[in-house]
T-cell receptor, first 114, second 118 residues
């Protein structure tokens, strides 16, 4: 069974541009969450999607948005990039239900804003 | 809001020895899950072990075990017979139980860098 796939693995963007990151969850997983990891702030929750609906949202500005498609694949978009958006962006997928609480992570997308 | 605290930024251990990583959390919920994740230099987050709050028995996975003290809100990870491959950043994480609006959200601690000396 394929794991969580994130593309691209690396990105370099210029301040002011926008970027879209993609995440393909494990087959059958309908919950997809996104996290930002930086040395200063650690791992911070961005948002979670379940069955194409945003179920949870972290404390990030509106420049950060996402969506989920009917096949559970998710995209995250950041508009008007700032230098501080440079980070590792991690996507995780999981099943629902009491017996399925683990989140499985992708390898991340390393975004550098210059 | 739930918070997770790892008070040890760095730890080191000799190969084959035992090391314990500390984690405390704060929550008003009674139904939740706790996890330890490992992040090696490859940056892939790997689940090490999980604990359901409603279970009193401490979880064990091979050389990894936890000491779950629910009343004290403490969740430490013990690594026995440490191996060079255990070297990584370790994160403690909290997830609310089913039914809560933040069900899918993981709250992470700051992480502990574990170094294993040969």
């Amino acid at each position: 069974k394929a794991g969580v796939t994130q593309t691209p693995r690396y990105l370099i963007k210029t301040r002011g541009q926008q970027v879209t990151l993609s995440c393909s969850p494990i087959s059958g997983h309908r919950s997809v969450s996104w996290y930002q990891q930086t040395p200063g702030q650690g791992l911070q929750f961005l948002f979670e999607y379940f069955s194409e609906t945003q179920r949870n949202k972290g404390n990030f500005p509106g420049r950060f948005s996402g969506r989920q498609f009917s096949n559970s694949r998710s995209e995250m978009n950041v508009s008007t990039l700032e230098l501080g958006d440079s980070a590792l962006y991690l996507c995780a997928s999981s099943l629902e239900g009491r017996g399925h609480t683990e989140a499985f992570f992708g390898q991340g997308t390393r975004l550098t804003v210059v | 809001a739930q918070t997770v605290t790892q008070s040890q930024p760095e730890m080191s251990v000799q190969e084959a020895e035992t090391v314990t990583l500390s984690c405390t959390y704060d929550t008003s919920e009674s139904d939740y899950y706790l996890f330890w994740y490992k992040q090696p230099p490859s940056r892939q987050m790997i689940l090490v072990i999980r604990q359901e709050a409603y279970k009193q028995q401490n979880a064990t996975e091979n050389r990894f075990s936890v000491n779950f003290q629910k009343a004290a809100k403490s969740f430490s990870l013990k690594i026995s017979d440490s191996q060079l491959g255990d070297a990584a950043m370790y994160f403690c994480a909290y997830r609310r139980g089913a039914g809560g609006t933040s069900y899918g959200k993981l709250t992470f601690g700051q992480g502990t860098i574990l170094t294993v000396h040969p």
